[in-house]
């Protein structure tokens, strides 16, 4: 053992105490005063999105108030780079960030956008996600979001939150809640003129507690400026206008103390999402054939009627521009709006807009982000599988590249709006998914361009086909001599607005795969997916390596090349669970043909799998996974060393929360009651990081049944040297040691023994303790 060091898993806040609270005052201080000089139609349109074509040229807009010096606020999608705009970086998605483990990189990342989007003129980004958590393995947008496990999404949210809002601009935690699933997300009219609702996502109180909402507590205590509300319903009342969930659970149980925004025409009333706690309604404007407006004119005539009190309108303004000034949005040289983000909303809205008929100069806003682009892309991709150090390559002198994901976009550099099929473009890599947290290539480095620079350097020969019709029928007449290795690229789409409709890869995959492997006998399989797969060819004996590389952003060829090569050792593991099978994941997605819906509120979701979602389904129905969750290999080895050692913070135990309305939740809710220390040492011969989890049982005598047989509640990803040791502290909260007792209105820890378990994936934990606060 070279060192030993000792690894502090505290956070440390950004800014003291004291001064966040003066910062505060002064930002409330400035909104009054802005507050106080506007009349009611001014209030209204500081509520109330502008028209993106006339507006700011923004997805997404609050009006200039000139009058007042004030120059508007413009929204801008998405979570993995700037959408709609020209001269920006593709970054890796929120899943890969996710399968890195990594809460450096998740913040690093967001800073990085952040600038991005600040250097652009815009003032709010409009993420991250929390919402798909990923409870459909199918659904269309759980990439835009990073894991189905509640408790590393909230890690991610934390990081992405404070990352962003570093750079000056704000944050938005979205789509709040229960927006699981892209098929009838929201309304729809019928020819004959009936309105259909969106589904309602029903779950219990619990449910809803220790899953779908965890990821959105630890986003609120990072104080985002906003939370958008999502275009599903939610217990069958839009969750727009669902007063339990913004003022009862956003505001009087978290204290969040920002506003709350509509997603894109999903609002459907007036005062009622006003007085349910609605502050902002975007996108605003009536366009006929895409929504309604609910607020502007009406949000003054529910004024003047006495159904909105003054009073609630000034308090919408107030949480708007207190989060404005807070960000320190309103000093005079915040970057100004670059102008090619209209031309690009207008070319994208397909609108002839006169005068713009030259694209307007685009501000290059990616500085050298492309570094860290790749570093995030390496980190985030899974090794599952390596026979006999198969990987890293050595030398090979006769590579071979099959796939459709291997080569170079052949359909333009954009997948915003992709064909109508969940399936996307047939040829190119796939580094980024489609719809609004898509983001414009400038480049993509793709796989094959990577591979063939590098095999330059060693003067191999690189043969490819990248045409999977032909692969798929075994066509390999062009290829000779036989590779020493095939490596095979497969991708799996989605974009919003759809669900995907297959467990396996694309594009006729595990043909592809099998086709390969019966002719070459050291096949490497590369996966660039949107989140879960079922591998039918895992096992097969010519697959000598897997790597799930996820979407990695532009970088992506040079991500994966420093994989192959070994320039990078794998550090990413799985953040959701592949099954052997699809029936093993037992949570299909409501889909109603035209004759089920009876009634225009008949799309439901009820969400009876509970708490038991992803790993928690496996564990609880003892089903073993192709790879399960938290899952990952390296180039070298790692073993925990020495047994578990657990210290209480506290001699006492602590007082129980108080039941309902909790005055101060959070610090109470965050305080450390329990360290666990473990020492992991690299036992191989290459330098490599590892990460290290903290699985928690509760004692099943007193909690409620549901219970997760074992749920994730710390993890450290430690960089070790070969031969070299470190202690890793995992220190648990009370939340963490709490479930939500649905009697009690409160979070409440169960008297007994926990059992702690410590390794390297939620099925391979060799270390455990008990531990008992109660
Ligand atoms: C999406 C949001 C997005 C908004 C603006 C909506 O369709 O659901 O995630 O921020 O559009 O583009």
């Known amino acids: 053992m070279r060192s030993l060091a000792l690894i502090s898993l505290a956070w440390v806040g950004l800014v003291n105490a004291a001064s966040a609270s003066s910062d505060w005052d002064a930002a409330v201080g400035k909104a009054n005063d802005f507050l106080s000089q506007l009349t009611l139609a001014e209030k209204t349109a500081v509520v109330t999105g502008a028209n993106p074509l006339t507006g700011l040229g923004c997805i997404g807009s609050i009006g200039p108030i000139s009058r007042l010096n004030f120059s508007g606020i413009c929204f801008s999608d998405g979570s993995s780079g700037v959408n709609r705009a020209d001269l920006t970086s593709v970054f890796p998605a929120g899943l890969t960030t996710a399968a890195t483990w990594d809460r450096d990189l998740m913040y690093q990342r967001a800073a990085a956008i952040g600038d991005e989007f600040r250097a652009k003129g815009m003032h709010v980004v409009l993420g991250p996600v929390a919402g798909p958590l990923g409870r459909h393995p199918l659904g269309g947008r759980n990439w835009e979001g990073f894991s ?29 809640i229960g927006n699981e699933q892209e098929t009838q997300r929201t309304n729809l009219t019928l020819a004959d003129g009936t309105n259909i609702d969106a589904v309602s ?141 209209l031309s690009v909303i207008a070319s994208q809205y397909q609108q002839e807009l006169g005068s713009l008929v030259t694209n307007p100069p685009a501000r290059d806003v990616r500085g050298d982000h492309a570094t860290l682009i790749r570093q995030v892309g390496a980190a985030g991709a899974v090794l599952l599988k390596n026979v006999n150090g198969t990987l890293p390559l050595v030398s090979p002198a006769n590579i071979g590249v099959f796939g459709n994901d291997a080569g170079d976009l052949t359909d333009g550099l954009v997948y915003q709006d992709p064909p109508a099929t969940n399936v996307g473009f047939e040829y190119g890599t796939l580094d980024i998914g489609g719809g609004s947290s898509s983001v414009r290539h400038t480049y993509v480095v793709t796989p094959l361009e990577a591979i063939k620079a590098r095999a330059r350097q060693t003067n191999a020969r690189v043969q490819y086909i990248l045409n999977n019709e032909r692969l798929a029928v075994g066509d390999f007449h062009s290829i000779y001599p036989v590779p020493d290795v095939c490596i095979v690229f497969l991708k799996t789409f989605a974009a919003e607005g759809f669900d995907r409709v297959s467990f396996e890869a694309d594009w006729n995959s595990t043909a592809v795969v099998n086709q390969v492997a019966d002719k070459c006998n050291n096949t490497v399989v590369v996966t660039h997916s949107v989140g879960v797969n079922t591998m039918p060819w895992a096992n097969h004996t010519n697959v000598r390596a897997i790597i799930a590389a996820h979407l990695p952003g532009e970088e992506t060829g040079n991500s994966i090349a420093d994989i192959l090569w070994g320039d990078v050792n794998p550090s990413g593991r799985l953040p959701y669970t592949i099954p052997v099978q699809e029936a093993d994941y037992d949570i299909p997605i409501a889909n109603l043909t035209s004759d089920e819906v009876t009634y225009p509120g008949a799309w439901q979701s009820n969400f009876t799998d509970g708490l038991l979602i992803d790993y928690r389904h496996f564990d609880a129905l003892d089903i073993e996974p192709l790879y399960e969750f938290g899952f990952g290999l390296s180039y070298t080895t790692f073993e925990l060393t020495t047994d578990l050692s657990i210290t209480p913070l506290s001699s006492a135990a602590p007082d129980p929360l108080p039941a309902g309305n909790q005055s101060n939740p959070l610090t109470d ?65 009370r939340r963490d040691l709490s479930y939500w007792s649905t009697v009690d209105q409160a979070w409440r820890i169960p008297a007994g023994q926990f059992q702690v378990q410590v390794g390297f994936s939620s099925r391979d934990l060799p270390k455990s303790a008990q531990l008992s606060i109660l």
């Not at 009333?269 to 366009?287: H, K, R, Y």
């Open 148 to 176: 189905a496990d509640p408790y590393l999404t909230g890690v991610a949210m934390d990081h992405s939150i404070r990352g962003f809002q570093s750079t000056g601009v704000q944050a938005v935690a979205k789509h709040y």
């Open 201 to 341: 996502s029903n779950m219990d109180d619990r449910t809803l507690h220790e899953v779908y909402l965890w990821p959105f507590v630890d986003a609120i205590n990072a104080k985002p400026a906003a939370v958008m509300c999502s275009y599903n319903r939610f217990n069958q009342t839009y969750t727009c206008e669902n007063s339990k969930l913004l003022n009862g659970i956003l505001r009087d149980e978290l204290g969040f103390e920002g506003y709350t925004v509509s997603d894109w025409y999903a609002t459907h009333s007036t005062e009622d999402s006003i007085n349910a706690g609605l502050d902002m309604e975007m996108p605003g404007t009536t366009v006929p054939g895409q929504g309604v407006s609910w607020f502007g004119d009406r949000v003054a005539a529910a004024v003047e009627n006495g159904t909105v009190s003054t009073d609630r309108l000034d308090e919408m303004v107030r949480r708007i521009m207190t989060q404005y000034y807070l960000l320190g949005q309103d000093i005079t040289d915040y970057p100004t709006l670059d102008p090619s983000s």
């Open 669 to 733: 809710f965050y305080a450390p009651l329990v360290n666990v220390t473990a020492q992991v040492a690299n036992t191989g011969d290459r330098d490599g990081a590892s990460v290290v989890q903290l699985y928690l049982s509760m004692p099943s005598e007193s909690t409620p049944a549901g219970t997760p047989v074992r749920v994730l509640r710390g993890f450290e990803k430690a960089q070790l040297a070969t031969g070299e040791a470190k202690s890793v502290v995992f220190q648990l909260s």
